[in-house]
């Protein structure tokens, strides 16, 4: 039984630790595309507004 719970926490672990990684590496690759595409969104209102007033 001892050897099962060793293996179980030998093996487990690193298998749980590297579910929970991707699961982080996930959400902090979406939550910095959301960022970009927001960013890319204000960057082309403000090339709008600087034409705008070039032309004026």
Known sequence: MNEILNAVSVVGFPIVMCGVLC???FKTQTALITAIN???LEIAKLVERMEENKNE
Do not use: D
């Open 23 to 25: 699961y982080y590496i």
């Open 38 to 40: 927001n960013n890319s």
